[in-house]
């Protein structure tokens, strides 16, 4: 088996493992927000997990949405980077720039967590009707790209903007 119903498998796979691995959550389980409190992040705040380096950058991050544990505050248009260096071959290091946010618990003993905004796919061809459905899906949902969840060290660089 080759070309495109090989990388339809492949794709298909990588959705269904990541969906298993990761935290995703759609915003349109959650209640809005309107005129949400905000938040300054004065500094970039920077996390390593294995061959990758997250940044998120500094700015406003507004709260738009909550759910009973937590609000989620969304950062400025490209507020994250993520940069990856393979271990054995350096030379194909990348980086890619991602729409964010971050939860923050409503619980204050509990750490936040970052999380990317998944853009729409710039898949040209079809890859077959239920990984386009899939793929479609998962568009506009937050995705959560690191293991640590309860992050204490991002919760304290956030500074509430009093109204």
Known sequence: ?????????????????????????YPQHLTPVADGARYTL????????????????????????E???????????????????PPKQPEHAYTMTFNCGILVPKDDSKGAAFFFIRGKSQQTQSLGLIINAIIKAGEGSFDFPTSRHDDAALRARLIRVQP
């Open 1 to 25: 088996m080759s070309g495109p119903s090989m990388r339809a498998i492949v794709i298909a796979l990588l959705l269904v493992s990541s969906s298993a691995l990761a935290k995703h959550v």
């Open 42 to 65: 004065a500094e970039p705040y920077v996390f390593k997990e294995k061959a990758a380096t997250f940044t998120l950058r500094p700015g406003e991050y507004v709260q738009h949405f």
């Open 67 to 85: 759910d009973r544990k937590a609000i989620y505050l969304l950062g400025g248009e490209g507020c994250a980077d993520m940069n990856v260096v």
